[in-house]
């Protein structure tokens, strides 16, 4: 059974950074696209950023340039960088993986996380 296992949030202070990580278990045959996406309380899901089995990169516009998604496939693992957090970041991530980025983007993964929260104080 597929599984991503989220770590890395919790308590950030505003201008501070965090990263967070997700490892999926038990292989993910045909899902060549990991991501990130947030959620705010009152708010829509919304992806954060996608990174592909080959090393393509996709963000989204809440917080490119904040961020950074990298993959270590041997790991079976993927990572988001998070810089200069305002209040308005605070929200639970959630890792992911489809088939493809445009899946992604249109937030129909396949497999969803449990979802870490990110907090950050002003």
């Known amino acids: 059974q597929v599984e991503l296992v989220e770590s890395g949030g919790g308590l950030v202070q505003a201008g501070g950074s965090v990263e967070l990580s997700c490892a999926a278990s038990?292989?993910?045959?045909?899902?060549?696209?990991m991501g990130w996406y947030r959620q705010a309380p009152g708010k829509q899901r919304e992806l954060v950023a996608s990174v592909t089995s080959g090393g393509t990169t996709n963000y989204g516009d809440s917080m490119r340039g904040r961020c950074t998604i990298s993959a270590d496939n041997a790991k079976n693992t993927i990572y988001l960088q998070m810089t200069s957090l305002k209040p308005e970041d605070a929200a639970v991530y959630y890792c992911?993986?489809?088939?493809?980025?445009?899946?992604?983007?249109?937030?129909?993964?396949?497999?969803w996380g449990q979802g870490i929260d990110v907090t950050v104080s002003s």
């Open positions: 038990g292989g993910l045959p045909g899902a060549s696209t």
């Open positions: 992911a993986a489809g088939h493809s980025p445009d899946l992604l983007r249109s937030g129909r993964a396949t497999i």
